[in-house]
């Protein structure tokens, strides 16, 4: 069965930190496109952040850059997403997701819209 398990998010004060991981079972993350979305209350699910599994390119939306990190460790199945200088709006829940070697801005900006395999989603919530 195909699965992919978010873990790692909580509640941390503005400024803080926190790791996400997105680990796969049923089949293996090096050969796709892993993407990080996230859905805040009343709002549309946007991308993240996205790293191919072709040659490690990834992409950041502009309200992430700087702040954000994506990483991916293929002997773990895994694929992280570390925050750093949270703000308030970064308050959602975080999903991921999976294609087979999609270009890592289009999977992040449009293409995410036709995957099928999510994650359950892990909140996060940035508040003092």
């Known amino acids: 069965q195909l699965q992919l398990v978010e873990s790692g998010g909580g509640l941390v004060q503005p400024g803080g930190s926190l790791r996400l991981s997105c680990t796969a079972s049923g089949f293996t993350l090096d050969r796709h496109t892993i993407g990080w979305f996230r859905q805040a209350p009343g709002k549309e699910r946007e991308g993240v952040s996205c790293i191919s599994g072709n040659d490690g390119s990834t992409y950041y939306a502009d309200s992430v850059k700087g702040r954000f990190t994506i990483s991916r460790d293929n002997a773990k199945n895994t694929v992280y997403l570390h925050m750093n200088s949270l703000k308030p709006e970064d308050t959602a829940v975080y999903y991921c997701?999976?294609?087979?070697?999609?270009?890592?801005?289009?999977?992040?900006?449009?293409?995410?819209?036709?995957?099928?395999?999510w994650g359950q989603g892990s909140l996060v919530t940035v508040s003092s």
């Open positions: 997701t999976a294609a087979p070697m999609l270009p890592v801005q289009d999977m992040c900006t449009y293409l995410w819209r036709y995957a099928d395999l």
